[in-house]
């Protein structure tokens, strides 16, 4: 989905990035629902780009780490001051504490 919020703000390039980020999952890869939903979107708007920047983009988010990821959108999208998740660690780690109920 944050590809497509990128490619919808017209950061093509970093939306190509995200989506290649999330097609390591099987779940995406193997989902004739999430080529429906997203693939077709994002090859659409990968067209607006030169196909070296495509495929160097498609690299980078294949290498990114996933959490990562995730902390640099939220940071974006939520803002790092925001109460709803300042102090909390953001990783794997800090996931499974929480839903543990640790601290």
Not at 14 to 22: F, I, L, N, P
Not at 48 to 71: H, K, N, S
Not at 77 to 100: H, L, M, Y
Request: glycine letters at 8%; a negative charge; charged letters at 30%.
């Amino acid at each position: 989905m944050a590809a497509l919020l990128l490619a919808d703000r017209e950061e093509v390039e970093r939306a190509v990035e995200r989506y290649a980020r999330a097609q390591v999952f099987g779940c995406a890869v193997h989902s004739r629902w999430f080529e429906d939903v997203y693939g077709r979107r994002m090859a659409a708007a990968a067209k607006a780009l030169p196909p070296e920047t495509v495929a160097a983009a498609e690299g980078r988010g294949r290498e990114r780490d996933p959490w990562a990821t995730v902390v640099e959108l939220l940071a974006e999208w939520v803002g790092e001051d925001n109460e709803a998740w300042r102090g909390r660690e953001i990783t794997p780690k800090g996931w499974e504490n929480e839903q543990s109920g640790q601290s």
